[in-house]
Protein backbone atom coordinates (compact mmCIF):
# COMPACT_ATOMS: atom_id res chain seq x y z
CA UNK A 1 0.00 0.00 0.00
CA UNK A 2 2.84 2.43 0.94
CA UNK A 3 5.16 1.53 -2.24
CA UNK A 4 2.17 2.04 -4.42
CA UNK A 5 2.40 5.53 -3.49
CA UNK A 6 5.98 5.72 -4.64
CA UNK A 7 7.35 7.35 -7.66
CA UNK A 8 10.73 6.81 -9.09
CA UNK A 9 12.59 8.42 -10.96
CA UNK A 10 16.29 8.18 -12.60
CA UNK A 11 16.78 12.33 -12.59
CA UNK A 12 17.08 12.24 -8.36
CA UNK A 13 19.24 10.52 -6.01
CA UNK A 14 17.73 8.46 -2.84
CA UNK A 15 17.76 9.94 0.23
CA UNK A 16 17.01 9.01 3.45
CA UNK A 17 14.42 10.45 5.80
CA UNK A 18 13.20 9.77 9.04
CA UNK A 19 9.87 8.72 9.52
CA UNK A 20 9.71 9.75 13.11
CA UNK A 21 9.71 13.83 12.85
CA UNK A 22 7.95 16.02 10.05
CA UNK A 23 11.17 17.70 9.03
CA UNK A 24 12.67 14.01 7.82
CA UNK A 25 15.93 14.87 9.95
CA UNK A 26 16.98 12.63 12.79
CA UNK A 27 16.80 13.87 16.57
CA UNK A 28 17.46 12.72 19.78
CA UNK A 29 14.21 13.63 20.98
CA UNK A 30 12.50 12.03 17.88
CA UNK A 31 14.41 9.10 18.39
CA UNK A 32 12.89 8.87 22.37
CA UNK A 33 9.54 9.61 20.43
CA UNK A 34 10.07 6.44 18.44
CA UNK A 35 11.10 4.26 20.91
CA UNK A 36 8.33 4.96 23.13
CA UNK A 37 5.62 4.47 19.52
CA UNK A 38 7.94 0.64 19.30
CA UNK A 39 7.76 -0.17 22.31
CA UNK A 40 4.56 0.67 23.31
CA UNK A 41 2.07 1.80 20.10
CA UNK A 42 -1.17 1.64 21.88
CA UNK A 43 -0.55 3.89 24.68
CA UNK A 44 1.47 6.42 22.61
CA UNK A 45 -1.46 6.58 19.99
CA UNK A 46 -3.34 7.78 22.90
CA UNK A 47 -1.42 10.74 24.07
CA UNK A 48 1.65 12.76 23.32
CA UNK A 49 3.16 12.63 26.53
CA UNK A 50 6.57 12.06 25.41
CA UNK A 51 6.62 14.75 22.46
CA UNK A 52 5.47 17.38 25.21
CA UNK A 53 7.89 16.44 27.47
CA UNK A 54 10.98 17.19 25.98
CA UNK A 55 9.61 20.75 25.38
CA UNK A 56 10.24 21.35 28.57
CA UNK A 57 12.76 23.92 29.78
CA UNK A 58 14.45 22.35 32.26
CA UNK A 59 17.91 20.73 33.26
CA UNK A 60 18.44 17.76 30.82
CA UNK A 61 19.47 16.02 33.96
CA UNK A 62 15.98 16.45 35.14
CA UNK A 63 14.07 15.49 31.61
CA UNK A 64 16.22 12.38 31.33
CA UNK A 65 15.22 11.34 34.78
CA UNK A 66 11.82 11.54 34.23
CA UNK A 67 11.50 10.50 30.74
CA UNK A 68 13.19 7.28 32.64
CA UNK A 69 10.62 7.05 35.08
CA UNK A 70 7.59 7.69 32.77
CA UNK A 71 8.71 4.90 30.90
CA UNK A 72 9.13 2.62 34.05
CA UNK A 73 13.06 2.37 32.80
CA UNK A 74 14.78 3.71 36.14
CA UNK A 75 16.96 1.47 37.93
CA UNK A 76 14.63 0.49 40.80
CA UNK A 77 15.62 -2.44 43.02
CA UNK A 78 12.15 -4.29 41.29
CA UNK A 79 14.31 -3.42 37.92
CA UNK A 80 17.32 -4.56 38.97
CA UNK A 81 16.04 -7.92 39.95
CA UNK A 82 13.97 -8.54 37.14
CA UNK A 83 17.52 -7.90 35.13
CA UNK A 84 18.96 -10.84 37.30
CA UNK A 85 20.96 -8.43 39.89
CA UNK A 86 21.18 -9.96 43.13
CA UNK A 87 20.50 -7.55 46.02
CA UNK A 88 20.27 -7.91 49.51
CA UNK A 89 16.53 -6.31 49.23
CA UNK A 90 14.08 -5.37 46.94
CA UNK A 91 12.27 -3.38 49.36
CA UNK A 92 11.61 0.42 49.19
CA UNK A 93 15.37 2.51 49.96
CA UNK A 94 12.73 5.40 51.42
CA UNK A 95 10.11 3.40 53.53
CA UNK A 96 11.51 -0.16 53.40
CA UNK A 97 7.76 -1.21 53.31
CA UNK A 98 6.81 -2.27 49.77
CA UNK A 99 8.69 -3.73 47.02
CA UNK A 100 10.54 -0.68 45.36
CA UNK A 101 8.87 -0.38 42.06
CA UNK A 102 9.20 2.57 39.70
CA UNK A 103 5.10 3.48 40.97
CA UNK A 104 5.97 2.92 44.53
CA UNK A 105 8.72 4.97 44.31
CA UNK A 106 7.04 8.08 42.95
CA UNK A 107 3.51 7.59 43.76
CA UNK A 108 2.99 5.13 46.31
CA UNK A 109 5.77 5.37 49.08
CA UNK A 110 4.94 7.02 52.45
CA UNK A 111 7.79 9.92 51.63
CA UNK A 112 7.11 10.41 48.14
CA UNK A 113 3.36 11.29 49.02
CA UNK A 114 4.46 13.77 51.94
CA UNK A 115 6.57 15.47 48.95
CA UNK A 116 3.53 15.96 46.96
CA UNK A 117 1.28 17.06 49.08
CA UNK A 118 3.91 19.45 50.59
CA UNK A 119 4.36 20.81 47.16
CA UNK A 120 0.70 21.00 46.41
CA UNK A 121 0.20 23.12 49.19
CA UNK A 122 2.89 25.24 48.85
CA UNK A 123 1.28 25.95 44.87
CA UNK A 124 -2.07 26.20 46.66
CA UNK A 125 -4.17 23.90 44.49
CA UNK A 126 -5.54 20.53 45.71
CA UNK A 127 -5.99 18.04 43.69
CA UNK A 128 -6.38 13.90 43.73
CA UNK A 129 -3.55 12.38 42.59
CA UNK A 130 -3.55 9.67 40.00
CA UNK A 131 -2.17 6.14 40.71
CA UNK A 132 -0.33 5.63 37.56
CA UNK A 133 2.46 7.85 36.65
CA UNK A 134 1.61 8.23 33.39
CA UNK A 135 -1.62 9.71 34.53
CA UNK A 136 -0.11 11.91 37.26
CA UNK A 137 1.83 13.65 34.80
CA UNK A 138 -0.93 13.70 32.18
CA UNK A 139 -3.57 15.49 35.11
CA UNK A 140 -0.63 17.32 36.83
CA UNK A 141 -1.91 20.66 34.85
CA UNK A 142 -3.36 24.01 35.51
CA UNK A 143 -6.70 25.65 33.90
CA UNK A 144 -6.28 28.96 32.01
CA UNK A 145 -2.40 28.33 30.90
CA UNK A 146 -0.74 29.24 27.74
CA UNK A 147 1.22 26.99 26.35
CA UNK A 148 4.52 28.31 27.61
CA UNK A 149 2.96 28.66 31.04
CA UNK A 150 2.07 25.01 30.95
CA UNK A 151 5.37 23.97 29.65
CA UNK A 152 7.12 25.85 32.98
CA UNK A 153 4.36 23.84 35.07
CA UNK A 154 5.21 20.45 33.77
CA UNK A 155 8.97 21.56 34.78
CA UNK A 156 7.87 21.79 38.32
CA UNK A 157 6.33 17.87 38.27
CA UNK A 158 9.83 16.79 36.53
CA UNK A 159 12.03 18.89 38.99
CA UNK A 160 9.56 17.03 41.91
CA UNK A 161 10.84 13.93 40.64
CA UNK A 162 14.06 14.07 40.20
CA UNK A 163 13.91 15.26 44.05
CA UNK A 164 12.19 12.20 44.88
CA UNK A 165 14.89 10.36 42.93
CA UNK A 166 18.13 11.97 44.40
CA UNK A 167 17.85 11.05 48.16
CA UNK A 168 16.72 7.28 47.43
CA UNK A 169 20.07 7.57 45.92
CA UNK A 170 21.73 8.61 48.67
CA UNK A 171 20.19 6.44 50.65
CA UNK A 172 21.49 3.51 48.76
CA UNK A 173 24.90 4.36 48.18
CA UNK A 174 25.75 6.86 50.76
CA UNK A 175 23.61 5.64 53.66
CA UNK A 176 21.70 8.64 53.47
CA UNK A 177 18.20 9.44 54.99
CA UNK A 178 14.77 10.68 53.20
CA UNK A 179 14.15 13.92 54.34
CA UNK A 180 10.55 15.06 53.35
CA UNK A 181 11.33 18.45 54.18
CA UNK A 182 14.26 19.21 52.58
CA UNK A 183 13.68 17.21 49.52
CA UNK A 184 10.36 19.94 49.02
CA UNK A 185 12.81 22.84 49.82
CA UNK A 186 15.19 21.32 46.98
CA UNK A 187 12.20 21.45 44.72
CA UNK A 188 11.47 24.66 45.60
CA UNK A 189 14.90 26.01 44.92
CA UNK A 190 15.38 23.78 41.70
CA UNK A 191 12.49 24.54 39.89
CA UNK A 192 13.45 28.45 40.37
CA UNK A 193 17.22 28.16 39.39
CA UNK A 194 16.16 26.38 36.22
CA UNK A 195 13.46 28.98 35.54
CA UNK A 196 15.99 31.47 35.73
CA UNK A 197 18.40 29.59 33.68
CA UNK A 198 16.01 28.54 30.57
CA UNK A 199 12.93 31.05 30.92
CA UNK A 200 14.68 34.83 30.08
CA UNK A 201 11.94 36.56 30.62
CA UNK A 202 11.55 34.80 34.17
CA UNK A 203 12.50 37.45 36.51
CA UNK A 204 11.12 36.86 40.04
CA UNK A 205 13.37 36.17 42.95
CA UNK A 206 13.39 33.15 45.06
CA UNK A 207 11.48 34.60 47.40
CA UNK A 208 8.79 35.58 45.00
CA UNK A 209 8.73 32.31 43.84
CA UNK A 210 8.87 30.94 47.16
CA UNK A 211 5.55 33.01 48.25
CA UNK A 212 4.05 33.34 45.36
CA UNK A 213 4.77 30.35 42.61
CA UNK A 214 0.87 30.90 40.98
CA UNK A 215 1.53 34.15 40.23
CA UNK A 216 5.14 33.95 38.77
CA UNK A 217 3.96 31.02 36.47
CA UNK A 218 1.00 32.69 35.18
CA UNK A 219 2.72 36.10 34.29
CA UNK A 220 5.24 34.64 32.45
CA UNK A 221 5.06 35.46 28.74
Known amino acids: MHLSRVRLSRDQEDIQVWGFDDSGLFSVNSA ?4 ECIAHPVRSSQNDVFRYLWKIKTFPNVLTTTWRV ?11 SRKGVIMNTILCAMCESKEE ?10 AAQRVWSLCLRWIGIVSVQQNAILSHFESFYLPQLSSRQSLLWKGVWATIVACIWEPRNSIVF ?4 ADVEEIFQKVQLKSWQWLKHRGPSFSYSFTDWMLNPLICIRSYK
Not at 32 to 35: E, G, H
Not at 70 to 80: D, F, V
Not at 174 to 177: E, L
Request: proline share 3%.
Open 32 to 35: YSAY
Open 174 to 177: NQGV
Open 101 to 110: TCQHTFIECV
Open 70 to 80: LIGRIPTRENL
